[in-house]
């Protein structure tokens, strides 16, 4: 795995902590705050692994691939998560994405409402980046991806033996997965977004950020 990609999350993580630690200071301030800004402080107090941790609990449930969610499993996957919001501040997020009373809501819509905006030319930056490891275009980065993209032959790793091929790349995807439930070594392009939009939180300056998912990535 290449060190830019290292070096990159290194350089995230004191942007990273920051934006934790904002996050735990506003939950705790007292101030009555909407659920759907609740929810976001609380995956931001996790930190990029939060929203991305709350999105595969959602799939987990949805069996079918419909990316619909009921009440039931909605609640369900926020509490699985941990996140503590009440049972009426759950439904009411519930109640504002079921917009045909039909008793079902989109997952993927909600992710998207729950993630802290991106202009488009971060999320397009972002999107650059999972293209290239997504070599064979299922919109999923696996193993099998990660062995037409990068070489580990000058990992150090590798070379002192301490690691295969295999486990490198294991430990790659396992960035996208640190803290989620059902860790299955699959990053989604939705999962991709979502851990970099709460990287992208953490970075003000868009000029960064871009260089950052550039250098990390070798666009």
Known sequence: MPTEYKMQRENAYSNEAALKNLARRELANGLEKDPIYKLRLQCFSRGATGILGLSRSFR??????????????FKKG???????????????MFTR??????????????????????????IRVIEKAFEKMDVNGDNQITT????????????????????TEAEIFTDFLK???AGAPNPDGIVTKEEFLNYYATISASIDNDAYFDLVMRRAYKL
Do not use: C, W
Not at 60 to 73: A, I, N, W
Not at 78 to 92: A, F, P, T, Y
Not at 111 to 118: A, D, S, Y
């Open 60 to 73: 987990v449930m949805d069996d079918d691939g419909s990316k619909t969610l009921s009440s039931e499993e």
């Open 78 to 92: 926020v509490k699985d998560m941990g996140l503590e919001l009440s049972d009426s501040e759950i439904q009411d």
């Open 97 to 122: 994405f079921d917009t045909d009373g039909s008793g079902n809501i989109n997952m993927t819509e909600f992710l998207v409402k729950l993630r802290p905006p991106m202009n488009n030319s971060r």
């Open 144 to 163: 099998a991806d990660l062995k037409n993209v990068y070489s580990v032959r000058e990992h150090p790793k590798y070379l002192s033996g301490e690691l």
């Open 175 to 177: 960035n996208f997965e």
